[in-house]
């Protein structure tokens, strides 16, 4: 299989683009690991694939429209 045609194939299965799911899966994983480890932003960033901790926080408030800081003080039991 093509890359385009993979591409194509994964939008109609899925709904969206592969990065766009990719990144979208990260963040939740990364949602889970604040509620549940006790981790820096940093140390958590790069366990699921981010080199830069801004960029991490980025996506994390593209996703979920809260910093993950925020995010962990509210749902944090």
């Known amino acids: 299989m093509n890359t385009t ?9 899925y709904g969206m683009p592969i990065a766009s799911y990719m990144k979208e899966y990260r963040m939740k994983l990364a949602s889970n690991m604040l509620l549940q480890e006790d981790k820096s ?16 926080t980025s996506a994390f408030r593209d996703i979920f429209q809260i910093l993950p800081t ?5 749902y944090h039991n």
Do not use: C, M, R
Request: hydrophobic share 45%; net charge positive.
């Open 5 to 13: 045609t993979l591409k194509s194939v994964f939008k109609a299965v």
């Open 41 to 56: 932003i940093s140390e958590l960033a790069a366990a699921v694939g981010y080199k830069s901790q801004s960029k991490f």
């Open 70 to 74: 925020a995010y962990q003080k509210l």
